[in-house]
């Protein structure tokens, strides 16, 4: 038993499990500012392009309201404005990632010692008289 404890601990206090959590923590507040450029920016925005539409309003009524019972209703809008949210988000995580990726990518490169240029092809004539010096020895 103590050996299953000491590889859980060694498991939890490793950097990657730490790295992930600090990942999961900044990936939820970073979904949070997303989410809220598309709804209060973007989708605004989108609406007034197509007319004013508001996407959420859009509704198949299966039975009207009566009384006390609620409408039922298929609200496919709000279906499209998920849907929309989802494509939206989805664009600026990748726009983020390819960022970093691009830092990563220059930083990588700063680091890479410079390659040594491959020494140059020797000139026709020079060989050509590489192989008459060669024949004269002989």
């Known amino acids: 038993m103590g050996k299953f404890l000491n590889e859980f601990k060694e498991f ?8 992930m959590a600090v990942g999961v923590v900044i990936g939820g ?3 949070k500012i997303v989410s809220s450029l598309v709804s ?4 605004p925005l989108i609406g007034k392009l197509v007319g004013g539409v508001d996407f959420t309003s859009w509704k198949w009524v299966l039975s009207e309201a009566v009384g006390d019972k609620a409408e039922v209703a298929v609200t496919y809008g709000n279906f499209i404005q998920v849907i929309l949210d989802f494509l939206i988000i989805a664009w600026c995580i990748f726009l983020v990632v390819k960022g970093i990726n691009k830092l990563s990518d220059l930083k990588k490169k700063e680091e890479a010692p410079a390659e040594p240029e491959p020494e ?3 000139p026709e004539d020079i060989l050509l008289l590489r192989e008459i010096r060669d024949s004269l020895k002989k």
């Open 12 to 19: 939890a206090i490793k950097g990657n499990v730490i790295d």
């Open 29 to 31: 507040a970073f979904g």
């Open 120 to 122: 140059p092809a020797t």
């Open 40 to 43: 209060d920016i973007i989708m």
